[in-house]
């Protein structure tokens, strides 16, 4: 039997920030703590340590450099035409800090493609940024000058767009140069994605020696394929380089998986030692928390210690993923993966002076990058961060919609600001289901944001027995399932724990096929605003829920916890399709199944929670609804009712195989029948004297799911007083409680 978790610490400081977030009905990050520093206060409370925005600088989206004509060739965005009268800067791809103030900022290829980037010179960029920071200051990057990237040598031995011309300048359709180190000779070394290859230039931009290829891993681009079939995806090079602190090795990663890896979701690490000029054969893998993910940038910040950022496509509300995770490359799992630690989450960085505000998306008392190409990091001299963006110019907008993204620098300081606890337990229903598709990563990765303590996966099976996250098993409408024509075959009618019910079902589906699908908004009439991330998200494994949430940070400096409610338990295993066993094994092989693990699994059922008892050492919590009978008794003949269980002898009973109870709110404060909330009943204190936690569900905004004296308007989808029916609960000793809106509960709670 596990300890389920009393109380959870949340910050009186970022529960502030929520409110008002919560007040304006916008999604805006709502606090960060990344690789936490937890210290006592003078009171003995752990404070814990949050990365805080200390500087930050931009330059226009709009900014041209000399040169020739850019741009004839790229596409039309944001009100951006080309060609442009000069040399679009498109952003910084990578980044080296010279110490004194500038820095060598480096685009990529210029316009997405080697085919509409043949008048786009690469360059590297000496800038200078004047920060803003706390005391004010200009917030500009200042470009002072640049080197260009040329093959004067006549070192290339395929076609460039530069032959016959003196300079032979390289262009955005002969590489695609995406990262950049600097040697200890002053020379620079670029990592590219057409070969992928990398290229060895002096300190002028000339290149040095032919490009190092990636043997038996060429792209479709790659200027020697003969016949091969390309590993390396299109445009899924090196995005990423770092180098060694001796300067012996170099470290490209490859952004995406491999076209013939059969995970995808693994990346390589590899090594180049660059005094001999070839790769040395050793290999790390690292696993993004999507497939789709990539790896956006790379710096070693001391022996075998690399900075990695992950990253998603999307950008602005809809970005999930805009991470730095810390690895160490002497250090891997169970499964041979590099063990990462988040260092920050970019959508979620404290800025308690307000650095940027008014910017757009994202700036105000919480700053984040919310850019699609976040692919910078460097680890600056002092042990500040440095991030980036490549701005796609014109495509990107995530600042302000219809506005070209400027080029944005920002300092991070992980020892700035410092929070302390107070307690209560937040569990994000389905995510943050408030505010994104349910059971999506974006709406468990808004509930991480907005500072819950757990993340709530509903858990089904497929048809080859992966266990995904969807709130039941009929998924016609938390899916465009229906318009997809190769599945009208799949639409059917079952009865599912006596209900008959006709729609497409999980069972009937693999998981490769079910990845084809995209979540939708499963309550449009009440949630119109949830309905613009339609056709997004894919349908996450809970494998992929456990590993966001174990490498994520809570607000109050813990990891994240998940809360997994097996759904249909006795029916599933009707089908050949057990829930338990591959539950019990996925927190196996992710660490958790331990007592301490910050797991807890519950269900309306009995029996499978008696079995993921003997199964799993983990915190498990009984459900409980305001009537009927849990299934399994019905199947078994057992006569028994919700209402027996919450029996002080019912309560002491489930108490030799759980640690808590989820009840639904009107079984302990029932409403009466005007819809008011009536008087208390005992059982809150009847299941703490069974030595049992009490969880509430489910918490809502909006007037429906309210007291009538909570509610704001006869408008049935209007938002209400959340937190005042919040507040009458845990007047009553609920230990922690389910919310659709979490950052409106941890503001109420804190």
């Known amino acids: 039997m596990s300890r389920f978790p009393r109380s959870r610490a949340l910050p009186r400081v970022v529960a502030l920030t929520v409110a008002a977030v919560a007040a304006a009905s916008v999604l805006t990050p709502a606090a960060a703590l990344a690789a936490p520093d937890r210290a006592p206060s003078a009171s003995g409370i752990v404070k814990t340590v949050a990365p805080t925005l200390v500087a930050r600088a931009t330059l226009s989206a709009d900014h041209l450099e000399e040169g020739p004509p850019s741009g004839a060739l790229a596409s039309s965005a944001n009100g951006r035409t080309g060609p442009w009268d000069g040399q679009v800067i498109p952003g910084?791809?990578?980044?080296?800090?010279?110490?004194?103030?500038?820095?060598?900022?480096?685009?990529?290829?210029?316009?997405?493609?080697?085919?509409?980037?043949?008048?786009?010179?690469?360059?590297?960029?000496?800038?200078?940024?004047?920060?803003?920071?706390?005391?004010?200051?200009?917030?500009?990057?200042?470009?002072?000058?640049?080197?260009?990237?040329?093959?004067?040598?006549?070192?290339?031995?395929?076609?460039?767009?530069?032959?016959?011309?003196?300079?032979?300048?390289?262009?955005?359709?002969?590489?695609?140069?995406?990262?950049?180190?600097?040697?200890?000779?002053?020379?620079?070394?670029?990592?590219?994605?057409?070969?992928?290859?990398?290229?060895?230039?002096?300190?002028?931009?000339?290149?040095?020696?032919?490009?190092?290829?990636?043997d038996g891993a060429k792209s479709p681009q790659n200027p020697y394929l003969q016949g091969e079939t390309p590993r390396v995806r299109a445009s899924r090079g090196f995005e990423a380089l770092a180098a060694s602190k001796n300067g012996k090795f170099l470290y490209p990663i490859v952004e995406g998986s491999y076209a013939d890896d059969s995970d995808?979701?693994?990346?390589?690490?590899?090594?180049?030692?660059v005094k001999r000029g070839q790769y040395?054969?050793?290999?790390?893998?690292?696993?993004?928390?999507?497939?789709?993910?990539?790896?956006?940038?790379?710096?070693?910040?001391?022996s075998d210690r690399l900075l990695i950022v992950e990253r998603d496509d999307f950008e602005g509300d809809q970005a999930v993923t805009k991470r730095i995770y810390e690895v160490d490359l002497t250090r891997a799992d169970a499964e041979g993966y590099l063990e990462k630690t988040l260092v920050v989450d970019a959508l979620r960085i404290q800025n308690p002076d307000l650095i940027g505000d008014g910017d757009g998306y994202g700036t105000g008392a919480v700053y984040s990058l919310p850019v699609q190409s976040f692919e910078t990091v460097v680890q600056l001299k002092d042990g500040r961060l440095l991030i980036g963006n490549d701005n796609n110019y014109p495509g990107n907008d995530a600042r302000i919609a219809g506005t070209p993204d400027d080029t944005e620098f920002a300092v991070i300081d992980l020892q700035r600001a410092r929070i302390e606890p107070s307690e209560i337990t937040v569990v994000g229903h389905r995510g943050a289901s408030g505010h994104r598709p349910e059971h999506t990563l974006a709406a468990y990765e808004t509930a991480i944001v907005q500072c819950a303590d757990y993340i709530e996966p509903d858990v089904v099976s497929t048809k080859d027995g992966v266990l995904v996250a969807r709130h039941e098993n009929e998924i016609g409408g938390t899916t465009d399932v229906s318009t997809?024509?190769?599945?009208?075959?799949?639409?059917?009618?079952?009865?599912?724990?006596?209900?008959?019910?006709?729609?497409?079902?999980?069972?009937?589906?693999?998981?490769?096929?079910?990845?084809?699908?995209?979540?939708?908004?499963?309550?449009?009439?009440?949630?119109?605003?949830?309905?613009?991330?339609?056709?997004?998200?894919?349908?996450?494994?809970?494998?992929?829920?456990?590993?966001?949430?174990?490498?994520?940070?809570?607000?109050?400096?813990?990891?994240?916890?998940?809360?997994?409610?097996?759904?249909?338990?006795?029916?599933?295993?009707?089908?050949?399709?057990?829930?338990?066993?591959?539950?019990?094994?996925?927190?196996?092989?992710?660490?958790m199944d331990r007592a301490d693990a910050p797991v807890i699994l519950q269900s309306f059922e009995v029996a499978n929670l008696v079995e993921l008892n003997e199964l799993t050492d983990v915190s498990i919590a009984q459900l409980v609804s305001p009537?009927?009978?849990?299934?399994?008794?019905?199947?078994?003949?057992?006569?028994r009712t919700y209402k027996d269980l919450v029996t002080p002898a019912g309560l002491a009973e489930i108490a030799t195989y759980a640690d808590g109870v989820g009840l639904e709110k009107s079984v302990m404060i029932p409403r009466t029948p005007a819809g008011n909330l009536g008087t208390p009943t005992p059982v809150i204190a009847d299941a703490h004297a069974a030595g049992l936690s009490v969880h509430g569900w489910t918490f809502r905004l909006e007037n429906q799911f309210l007291p009538v004296e909570?509610?704001?308007?006869?408008?049935?989808?209007?938002?209400?007083?959340?937190?005042g029916e919040i507040r009458v609960f845990l007047e009553q000793g609920m230990d922690g409680l389910f919310s659709d809106q979490p950052g409106v509960a941890v503001a109420t709670v804190g």
């Open 264 to 273: 995808l979701r693994r990346r390589e690490v590899l090594e180049f030692d």
């Open 484 to 591: 997809r024509t190769e599945f009208a075959d799949r639409r059917v009618t079952k009865t599912i724990d006596g209900a008959r019910i006709t729609g497409w079902f999980t069972e009937d589906f693999t998981l490769s096929e079910l990845r084809t699908l995209r979540a939708k908004e499963r309550l449009p009439q009440t949630r119109p605003a949830n309905t613009a991330f339609d056709g997004l998200y894919l349908v996450p494994t809970l494998d992929e829920v456990i590993d966001l949430a174990r490498h994520s940070v809570s607000c109050d400096g813990r990891p994240v916890g998940v809360y997994p409610e097996t759904k249909h338990p006795t029916y599933f295993d009707s089908i050949g399709l057990s829930l338990e066993e591959p539950l019990a094994a996925a927190l196996q092989a992710n660490g």
């Open 280 to 302: 040395t054969g050793r290999t790390w893998s690292y696993q993004t928390d999507q497939e789709a993910n990539v790896i956006g940038d790379a710096f070693l910040t001391k």
């Open 627 to 639: 009537s009927g009978r849990p299934y399994d008794f019905i199947a078994a003949g057992d006569p």
């Open 710 to 723: 909570f509610r704001s308007s006869t408008d049935p989808n209007a938002p209400g007083d959340l937190a």
């Open 92 to 214: 910084f791809s990578a980044a080296i800090d010279n110490g004194d103030g500038t820095f060598w900022a480096q685009p990529d290829n210029g316009f997405g493609s080697k085919g509409n980037s043949a008048d786009f010179l690469l360059r590297n960029y000496l800038v200078r940024p004047a920060w803003e920071t706390a005391a004010g200051g200009a917030g500009a990057i200042e470009v002072e000058r640049f080197i260009s990237y040329n093959d004067r040598n006549g070192v290339l031995d395929f076609p460039i767009v530069g032959d016959g011309t003196e300079e032979r300048l390289l262009t955005g359709a002969d590489f695609d140069i995406e990262s950049v180190v600097r040697a200890k000779d002053g020379t620079f070394w670029v990592g590219e994605e057409f070969g992928p290859f990398l290229l060895h230039f002096d300190a002028e931009g000339t290149l040095l020696e032919k490009p190092f290829s990636l």
